[in-house]
């Protein structure tokens, strides 16, 4: 069954969304896999948005938008135009940034602390590699 054109985001919309998340982790100088540990997902799937081989879901692109710094509809905005400015969204990012705009401010603060929340477990959570428990270490801390 074939997807309906109309309900995927286009192209080279799909292609500005990876170049803006890359571009943006780049000024931030934050390297591949820091930003997979402050987003709490793997460095090959970071690529793979930034490559436009896959989409964020809404959640992925909430964390990567805290992780820089920014606001997922700044993201978004960025991707259609460029660069921050006045320019219309494209429709699916415009849909996305209303539903978000439209929810009830305590609605919103309770989403982001949930999220926040969620986040802070996750960091406490060791990870493993080859069966092994290792501390959780973001590279960061070293003495």
């Known amino acids: 069954m074939k997807k309906d054109p109309s309900r995927t985001l286009p192209a080279p919309l799909k292609q500005a969304l990876g170049a803006t998340i890359r571009k943006l982790r780049k000024q931030q100088n934050i390297g591949l896999v820091d930003f997979s540990v ?12 930034e490559r436009a081989k896959q989409l964020p879901t809404l959640e992925m692109l909430y964390v990567i938008s805290r992780a ?18 006045d320019a219309p969204l494209a ?24 999220i926040a929340e969620s986040l802070t477990l996750l960091r ?8 092994q428990q290792k501390p959780f ?4 801390n070293r003495a």
């Open 137 to 140: 270490n973001t590279g960061r």
């Open 91 to 114: 429709p699916s990012a415009r849909r996305i940034a209303l539903a978000w705009e439209r929810l009830p401010q305590p609605v919103r603060l309770e989403i982001e602390n949930r």
């Open 38 to 49: 402050d987003t709490f997902t793997d460095a090959g799937n970071i690529s793979r948005i």
């Open 124 to 131: 406490r959570v060791p990870t493993y590699y080859k069966g």
């Open 68 to 85: 820089l710094g920014t606001k997922m509809w700044e993201i978004l905005q960025l991707a259609e135009t460029g660069g921050l400015s």
